[in-house]
């Protein structure tokens, strides 16, 4: 791989845009290798990016716990439970760099959970039958993004990154072919500002905010990564969706978010809903053993509770379906820990020499362990729905989470756009139809702290003589201008409907047609619903104040007419793949028993989309996918 | 989860654009379901704002978990409200009673200049950490990561420290706007650890020095900020501090005078 020599790094500018795991992994990085790199973000510090909120763990094949974890075994995971969607180079590349994420991030003064020994401690996620995920309490992400963001902090101070909070990207400039730079809006202000560089890296997370209601942060945006589709860089599998078994499920009509509770909580806890229909609205303590179905354990006795997550989400539609739901709503199901809080209640009690302990003493016992390992979650619970999840089981239910799809990279991670480069959850590469859990933390530092401060070499060590970018060229003040006019249209609509109201809209139509399964009939029907909607949006949305100030409805307003273009996008693409794969399910391709059925001869392929203008069908590119050293199978969790 | 109803008052400040300097703006709120959350309560409040053609009122929010720390309300006189360990994003309506009056305030301090209605400019933070908060190592240059075996106590001591989330309720809640909580849980977590243990000198001092130059006020051993952590945030970090800063400065090592 061609490499920058340190004397022509010194000369190199390069911007980052994104500021979560891997967006602060490469600005610090790239920062620390001599570039001189220009970091932006739209929050009003890096540390606040969503990364930050991530529960359980990250993985890596380390193979601490000496149960055969291997390097191939991750990469065979991952590939598996992508349910052969992924790119198999890049997905060992991953496997390869996770030990040494760990150990970076052990040296940042991340605090990883730990055995008494003193030594690393891990826990099981889905997908798999090793312990290689490592944890931070439940606020895995939060501790990661503090090391990534104190690595980054180090280089501000240093003055190899220049940090810009409180600005969002609008536009990528492309001249002569190649990114040069984006446009910003300062987001107190409203100044639109030029920013120019050598290439660009966007690290701009995913776009699971077109269903308006996610797990994502409020403000986590396509924007950045839609405004470089329109440029030029192809948009890879945007149907491929994560929907999260595991939510706290929706209470009312103003519900702005969902909240996650982590998949690490399947280690210990069941899921289950009553065998009989009558039975769904009693207190579940006095639902009867015999009277609950396990359904997770009984279909899928291998991997139980801790299937992959697409596999986990459909078994609870199809048993809500059947109307064995719980709750208000009938859209839930039950986890359940008492059998944990029996079992580790009874294994403490034995190793404190309690003899014939009584019930409430092992119940004692046992939620205290419990409340060790998961403490924070169970108070998260109990603060939004107002129940004690120690004594009466959770009510969870599938939630959209995270977007496996996003912008087409090559092996080194750039984008179609030469100098454009995509990073963790905004490009495509790893993860396939499904991502596993415990591997966005993975991908996001891999990206940023092993792959990109090389791969971007290919690119930059052909730029060494290319002097500063101007920000004067046309291209800028073109772009500029294009952002401009984009506001004021915005702002000149002056209709009667909030932006708020419209993205609910839209959320609805993406959930109903292109949530948890899809058919062709209600995709068919969303493509025009979403179309209207669009249309009618720049008939009718109100968006107070104005530019030049403090004005949050204004950027939601932007951002929700992204949305709407990638809305479309996306069902175009599940109405593509006529087959289902992990989490894009046609219930017209399935097996027996609501499994997905896979059509390998005729979509192993990566569905590249590229942009050829508003109200414009867009160009299919394939990208065949070549399995050399995994064997190609149905995927089996039973 | 009964879904209850209740009525409110609210008293918001107001700053920016048309209200200037700032002034307390008064909403009366109908049929606010208990189980909302006090940020999806502004959602509604700026709903109907908005369909006035009024201009809605400012707040920052983003990850609604009570992890980002984005958010920033004073809730009746205290920060993010009166749920002890609770960030206003998860703090819900069913702690309030039927016909309360409620007045929201931004987090005030010399060093959070407001930006405009309840947002404040909290980038002091981010001046403290880059002073020092980080432990020097460059990206490939860490060993295996089990080479350094950290007792489970004193690793779960800094993890404690490590659990702030910069959302600057320790400075609104107290009466100097001191960032003594914040600026010590980050230096106890980096020198709990052995990794961090090599620049705890120099760290500490960059840090307090830093603190003192964003204009933030010194601590009288109040310990509000301690009261309204939302991540319940030990006053022992303030200790550890102090004793780092003593050894810092006035430690045994002439080379660094």
């Not at chain 1, 995971?77 to 590349?93: F, L, M, Q």
């Not at chain 2, 990850?63 to 205290?78: F, N």
Request: aromatic content about 8%.
């Amino acid at each position: 791989m061609p490499l920058v020599a340190p004397n022509n790094k010194r000369r190199i500018e390069i911007i980052v845009v994104g500021t979560g795991l891997a967006g602060a992994a490469a600005a610090a990085t790239l920062g620390e290798l001599g570039y001189n790199v220009k970091c932006f973000t739209f929050h009003d510090s890096p540390r606040r990016a969503h990364s930050v909120a991530a529960q359980g763990g990250i993985n890596a094949a380390k193979n601490y716990q000496n149960d055969g974890d291997s390097v191939y075994r991750l990469f065979y995971d991952t590939i598996k439970g992508g349910d052969y969607r992924s790119r198999e180079a890049n997905v060992h590349r991953l496997a390869e760099v996770s030990r040494d994420i760990i150990d970076q991030c052990a040296a940042q003064g991340v605090p990883f959970a730990r055995e008494y020994g003193g030594l690393l401690a891990n826990r099981s996620f889905g997908g798999v039958q090793v312990s290689r995920t490592f944890y931070a309490r439940g606020q895995t992400g939060q501790q990661l993004l503090i090391g990534a963001y104190s690595a980054l902090s180090r280089q501000i101070a240093r003055g190899s990154v220049e940090m810009f909070n409180r600005h969002e990207m609008l536009d990528l400039v492309v001249v002569d072919g190649k990114a040069r730079g984006i446009i910003t809006r300062n987001l107190v202000s409203g100044k639109i500002e030029r920013h120019a560089a050598h290439c660009v890296v966007l690290a701009t997370g995913g776009y699971g905010n077109v269903f308006y209601l996610s797990t994502n942060a409020m403000n986590s945006n396509v924007s950045a990564a839609w405004r470089a589709h329109r440029r030029g860089a192809y948009f890879a599998n945007p149907c491929y969706t994560q929907i999260h078994p595991t939510c706290i499920p929706v209470s009312g009509e103003y519900q702005s978010k969902l909240t996650l509770m982590s998949e690490s909580l399947r280690n210990d806890g069941r899921v289950w809903v009553p065998k009989k229909k009558e039975d769904c609205k009693k207190d579940p303590r006095e639902i009867k053993e015999e009277d609950r179905d396990y359904y997770l354990e009984r279909i899928y006795p291998a991997f139980g509770n801790l299937v992959p997550r697409d596999v986990a989400s459909r078994a609870a539609k199809y048993v809500t379906d059947e109307g064995r739901g719980v709750g208000a709503t009938g859209l839930a199901v039950y986890l359940d820990f008492s059998s944990a809080i029996e079992r580790y209640g009874k294994a403490q009690a034995n190793m404190k020499g309690v003899s014939s302990p009584s019930k409430a003493q092992i119940t004692e016992l046992g939620e205290a362990v419990v409340k060790e390992k998961y403490g924070n979650l169970f108070h998260m619970y109990e603060k939004i729905t107002d129940e004690n999840p120690y004594k009466t089981p959770m009510k969870i239910f599938p939630a959209v989470h995270y977007t496996m799809g996003g912008i087409w990279v090559d092996y080194n991670l750039q984008t179609t756009i030469p100098g454009c480069f995509a990073l963790g959850e905004a490009n495509f590469s790893d993860h396939g139809a499904n991502r596993l859990g415990a591997s966005a933390l993975m991908q996001g530092l891999a990206d940023g702290y092993f792959v990109i401060p090389y791969t971007i070499g290919t690119f930059l060590s052909k730029e060494i003589r290319t002097p500063k970018i101007s920000t004067d060229l046309p291209e800028f003040e073109a772009a500029e201008k294009a952002v401009k006019e984009r506001i004021n249209d915005l702002l000149n609509v002056n209709g009667n409907e909030s932006v708020e109201s419209f993205h609910r809209r839209l959320g609805r139509i993406m959930w109903d047609n292109c949530g948890m399964s899809r058919n062709k009939e209600g995709l068919t029907k969303a493509r025009t619903l979403i179309q209207e909607l669009r249309a009618e949006y720049h008939k009718n949305v109100f968006v107070p104040g104005s530019n030049d100030e403090y004005n949050p409805e204004l950027e939601k307003a932007l951002r929700v007419a992204d949305f709407m273009e990638l809305g479309e996008l996306m069902v175009c693409d599940a109405l593509n793949r006529n087959e289902s794969c992990g989490g894009h399910f046609r219930e017209e391709y399935q097996e027996g028993g609501g499994e997905a059925k896979r059509n390998d001869k005729d979509y192993m392929y990566v569905a590249a989309w590229d942009f050829k203008g508003e109200n414009t069908d867009w160009d299919l590119h394939k990208e065949e996918l070549e399995y050399n050293n995994i064997e190609v199978k149905t995927r089996s969790y039973k | 989860m009964a879904e209850k109803s209740i009525n409110i008052k609210l008293k918001v400040w107001r700053q920016g654009g048309k209200y200037g300097d700032g002034k307390f703006e008064t909403y009366d709120l109908k049929d606010i379901g208990t189980d909302m959350s006090f940020l999806e309560m502004f959602d509604v409040l700026n709903e109907q704002l908005v369909s006035k053609k009024e201009s809605p009122v400012a707040f920052e929010h983003d990850c609604r978990e009570g992890i980002c720390g984005t958010c920033s309300m004073v809730i009746d006189g205290q920060a993010h409200g009166p749920m002890k360990g609770t960030t206003t994003c998860q703090l819900h309506m069913r702690s309030f009673k039927d016909g309360a009056t409620i007045t929201v305030e931004p987090f005030r301090a010399k060093a959070f200049p407001v930006i405009r209605d309840l947002v404040v400019d909290r980038s002091s933070f981010d001046a403290i950490i880059q002073a020092g908060g980080y432990i020097s190592v460059n990206t490939g240059q860490a060993q295996d990561a089990n080479a350094i075996p950290i007792e489970k106590d004193t690793s779960e001591k800094a993890f404690d420290a490590a659990t702030c989330i910069g959302c600057g309720a320790c400075v609104a809640a107290c009466p100097n706007s001191a960032a003594m909580l914040f600026t010590s849980a980050k230096v106890a977590h980096l020198s709990i650890m052995p990794q961090g243990k090599v620049e705890a000198q120099k760290r500490v001092e960059a840090m307090v020095n830093q603190m003192d130059k964003e204009g933030f006020g010194m601590c009288s051993n109040v310990k509000a900020c301690e009261a309204e952590c939302p991540k319940e945030i030990s006053v022992e970090n303030i200790a550890i501090m102090n004793r780092e800063y003593m050894k810092a400065v006035l430690g045994a090592d002439p080379e660094r005078k």
